[in-house]
């Protein structure tokens, strides 16, 4: 795990070392063990190493294949290297390419032997989470390539003759070569969703790479506006056929679930596991006992207010498994201490990212430097309740042909139990209830119209949501969980909060393999009668009744409490900053605030909390908006 940078076009070469040099110091959070750079013609790479695989300085990058050809910075991990190292050190008959000799134990150089052998064909062979830049010196272009899931970030910004690359967009900004400029178009999509989605960012030109794409860039060609190419969908995965029986199903999806997890205890650091106490987490905790010799270390966060803590569950599941157990207890007065630093660790603004922020530094701070997380379960085995509320509203799409007075009731009924009546109006409103119109809805965290009286005459948001008809209701919900709220929100914050402590977090529920089974299943295999049901059924005998039947908390902080209170000061200025920015309405925005220090039940904390991010995240970065 790492953090990488580079330019190509750039003909100067003391500008580009200088900007390398700038931006590799931009990230030495996220690598504080070596770091290394590449400056040739039109061409630089820099790296921050986190050390996991091959300790020693054999693993320095830039790495250089054999022959010297190609030059790789890298940043991730590579799960079946060992496996696609045997493969390479041998040639097969007929194969124009000789067996790689290897001189690493690292999965860096099983990348660069992959590449030279296979090319762009290399990714479909790679099982991990990666984001990776190789340089040829041969052909002269640069290949650059992005896990399936989106689960490490790589960011670009293009401009005259150049292309800029990094693992966060403020390493790019220290470059000098990026323009600091708020993207106007991207503060609806901010304000309505806490986030802004690839391959947009809040910086005007700079974009993300998306999950399972990759780019290809000819020195010559910088100028040339750049493609994405997609080599793996959600979308495009197969349906099961035939369909398994359902305690074949389930043998399926433990045996998947249990080598995901062994995959990823290979490493050559101390390791350990998030454990909240819910199914999720406990399942990981569960596996890892049973796949490993020793004690599985776990890291849980207790709140001094109890109705917000899981701690007892988490301890539960701990005692159990006999596991190394370390609980993080969190107090407002430590909370408002890690407050600055937390929010400078932000590389893209969100309201969400805290509790990861907190939980990670305490988990490195007991010199751990890898920790595996139940992230992503939820979204795979339909573990909201949204899965069952946009079932039973494609079910009942047809009713859209009704006259109008019928909608809101039927959708009252459907979504009273979560939803705003904000959100039921806006449901009453569509056009019908196909999910490409009701999952943007249920997402948002702010109604459009809300927003729009936020901002300045301008702003727009067009989310348009990629369907598979062939793909079941469930599995539909589940591609756009997992192409829009996993990683634009959840796996953006993990990744840049848990850097900012250098520490690597894996998700075991996000390998390829168990996704594309789990996406490949009929609904009917798939409801969530009881929470996780097909989850559940697969790890029978791993956790107890109550943690299993228990009412989902989720992890979150006591916002409304400590916003109204001790973190009133930080909250209010931010708010009053913001309002007086050009794309703002002054007066509706501070009047939300208003609202929600009178504690109006119509704005809750979530509605301004991202707002209070947003202006920090723009200050700390200096950022003309």
């Known amino acids: 795990m790492c953090g990488i940078c580079g330019i190509i076009g750039l003909k100067d070469k003391e500008i580009a070392e200088k900007s390398i ?110 984001a990776f830049a190789i340089w040829d010196k041969q052909e002269e272009e640069l290949f650059i390539a992005r896990d399936r899931l989106g689960i490490k970030p790589l960011y670009y910004w293009q401009g005259d003759d150049k292309i800029v690359f990094a693992s966060e967009i403020r390493a790019l900004l220290k470059s000098n070569l990026v323009p600091r400029k708020l993207d106007k178009s991207a503060l609806c999509d901010y304000i309505t969703f806490q986030t802004v989605h690839a391959p947009a960012t809040i910086v005007e030109d700079v974009e993300m790479l998306l999950p399972g794409h990759y780019l290809l860039i000819k020195r010559s060609e910088a100028n ?122 932000l590389d893209h603004p969100s309201g969400d990212g805290m509790n990861s922020y907190i939980v990670s530094e305490a988990t490195k701070n007991a010199g751990i430097t890898m920790a595996l997380s139940g992230l992503g379960s939820d979204e795979l085995f339909a573990g909201y309740p949204l899965f069952k509320r946009l079932y039973k509203l494609e079910k009942w799409k047809w009713v859209s042909g009704f006259p109008f007075i019928s909608l809101p009731f039927y959708a009252m009924n459907l979504v009273k139990h979560s939803a705003t009546s904000a959100k039921l109006l806006e449901m009453a409103k569509l056009p019908n209830w196909e999910l490409k119109n009701t999952y943007p809805l249920t997402r948002r965290n702010m109604m459009v119209n809300e927003a729009m009286q936020l901002l300045t005459p301008g702003a727009s948001f067009d989310k348009v949501l990629n369907i598979n008809p062939k793909h079941g209701i469930l599995s539909k919900i589940t591609v756009a969980e997992l192409s829009n709220y996993l990683p634009d929100i959840l796996l953006r914050d993990t990744d840049q909060m848990s850097m900012a402590h250098a520490l690597e977090v894996r998700v075991p529920f996000l390998d390829y393999t168990l996704v594309e089974y789990i996406i490949g299943l009929p609904d009917n295999v798939k409801y969530p009668h009881t929470t996780k049901k097909l989850l559940t059924d697969s790890m029978k005998g791993l956790l107890p009744e109550n943690i299993i039947n228990r009412k989902k908390m989720g992890f979150t902080f006591p916002w409304s409490v400590w916003m109204r209170n001790d973190l009133k000061p930080f909250c209010e200025s931010n708010i009053y900053s913001l309002s007086e920015r050009e794309y703002f309405n002054k007066n509706n925005l501070q009047s939300l605030w208003q609202r929600f220090l009178q504690g109006n039940p119509r704005t809750p904390w979530y509605k301004l909390w991202h707002l209070v991010a947003l202006e920090n995240w723009i200050k700390e970065n200096k950022i003309d908006a």
């Open 21 to 130: 040099s700038l931006m590799n110091a931009a990230i030495a959070h996220r690598g504080p063990d070596d770091e290394g750079s590449f400056i040739d013609n039109g061409i630089g790479l820099g790296h921050r190493r986190l050390s996991i695989i091959d300790l020693s300085a054999n693993g320095h990058e830039p790495m250089f294949s054999n022959d010297g050809r190609f030059a790789l910075v890298y940043n991730g991990e590579l799960y079946n290297f060992k496996t696609l190292r045997l493969e390479l050190q041998r040639s097969k008959v007929g194969d124009t390419e000789p067996a790689y000799s290897f001189r690493t134990q690292s999965d860096a150089e099983v990348i660069i032997a992959a590449y030279q052998r296979w090319g762009a064909e290399c990714l479909k062979y790679f099982n991990g989470m990666y």
């Open 224 to 345: 040339v506006p750049v493609k994405q190419q997609k080599y793996w969908a959600l979308q495009d995965i197969a349906l099961q056929s035939p369909v398994k029986p359902y305690e074949q199903i389930c043998k399926d999806v433990k045996e998947l679930f249990f080598a995901s997890v062994e995959r990823r205890l290979v490493s050559d650091v101390p390791f350990g596991a998030f454990l909240s106490g819910g199914i999720d987490s406990s399942l990981v905790v569960a596996a890892m006992s049973q796949l490993m010799r020793e004690k599985v270390r776990t890291f849980s966060v207790s709140f001094e207010e109890s109705e917000f803590s899981e701690a007892p569950y988490a301890a539960q599941v701990a005692k159990q498994y006999n596991a190394e157990h370390h609980e993080i207890k969190l107090s407002l007065k430590l909370f408002l201490e890690k407050l600055p630093e937390a929010m400078s660790a």
